[in-house]
């Protein structure tokens, strides 16, 4: 079996310049914030201990790229962003679109969409078996 991979892209750019951008934007203007994986994810002192403790409890490797890290490791691939990708070998098919992330409120909707996608698409079992 593929080894699978969950890969969630911020809407945003990787770097110290970009992360004090972003970090003050949140806190100036969070309702004109670009990322809404990012508002919802983070806080003021980095990733929220609730969200790494769901992603870690995943039966599947779950990788977190900037969007300016996923051109260059994706060329060509075009995606509206934030979004979260499914890696199955060396194929990249979309997970959960920007729309979907958008529409979630907070962490605790995040949360659920994950986990019923993850649900929809069996991968806890699919992923269990290459163990």
């Known amino acids: 079996m593929e080894e699978i991979e969950l890969i969630f892209v911020y809407?945003?750019?990787?770097?110290?310049?970009h992360a004090v951008g972003d970090y003050v934007h949140?806190?100036?203007?969070?309702?004109?914030?670009?990322?809404?994986?990012c508002a919802i994810t983070y806080g003021i002192g980095g990733m929220k201990?609730?969200?790494?403790?769901?992603?870690?409890?995943?039966?599947?490797?779950?990788?977190?790229l900037h969007k300016d890290e996923f051109a260059e490791q994706y060329p060509g691939r075009e995606a509206e962003?934030?979004?979260?990708?499914l890696k199955k070998?060396?194929?990249?098919?979309?997970?959960i679109s920007a729309g979907e992330i958008n529409r979630t409120e907070d962490?605790?909707?995040l949360k659920a969409l994950v986990s019923r996608k993850i649900q929809e698409l069996n991968l806890q079992e699919l992923n269990a078996g290459e163990k």
């Open 49 to 64: 201990n609730d969200w790494k403790k769901f992603v870690g409890s995943r039966d599947l490797p779950v990788k977190f």
């Open 26 to 37: 949140k806190i100036v203007a969070p309702a004109t914030y670009p990322c809404k994986l």
């Open 11 to 17: 809407n945003a750019d990787s770097g110290v310049f």
């Open 89 to 95: 070998g060396d194929e990249l098919e979309l997970f």
């Open 81 to 85: 962003f934030p979004c979260a990708f």
């Open 107 to 109: 962490l605790e909707e």
